[in-house]
């Protein structure tokens, strides 16, 4: 089931992000079909990069929430953000892979679930030491 839940999340799921992109920027003045597909590109790697870390705990739900978001925050880490820094970007790679990457890895914490990936139950993390090893990450004497 998880593997299943994987691939669907990490395949399907992504395809979300481009259209989200497009959408959030939208048609105006200096959009033609060059920006709006570069924004399409754009948002499908930010879009594979957002899911990845998440792919094997949340399920398709989640992963939804995922692509969304994965469409909307690097998109405005990439125009927004550079814009108000000036640093010279011109792939936009600060935007889509560390923005995106770190986005993904605060969404995995929030939407991961157990019914996805047994090791975050309880029992399985007692057994094979996870529960320890966060227990004492932060401070708790198990």
Not at 54 to 79: E, K, L, R, S
Not at 113 to 129: D, E, I, K
């Amino acid at each position: 089931m998880a593997d299943l839940e994987a691939y669907v999340n990490n395949s399907a799921r992504p395809a979300d992000a481009p259209h989200t992109a497009s959408n959030v920027s939208g048609p105006g003045p200096g959009h033609n079909a060059w920006v709006m597909t570069a924004t399409a590109c754009s948002g499908a790697v930010g879009g594979l990069v957002v899911i990845t870390p998440a792919c094997g705990y949340v399920d398709p739900t989640g992963a939804i929430i995922v692509g969304v978001a994965a469409g909307i925050v690097p998109f405005f880490a990439c125009t927004k953000l550079k814009s108000l820094f000036h640093y010279d970007d011109a792939l936009d790679t600060f935007g889509i892979h560390a923005v995106g990457g770190t986005l993904g890895a605060f969404l995995t914490g929030l939407l991961a679930t157990a019914r996805v990936n047994s090791n975050l139950s309880a029992t399985v993390a007692a057994q094979n030491g996870l529960a320890s090893l966060v227990g004492h990450c932060f401070g708790s004497n198990n």
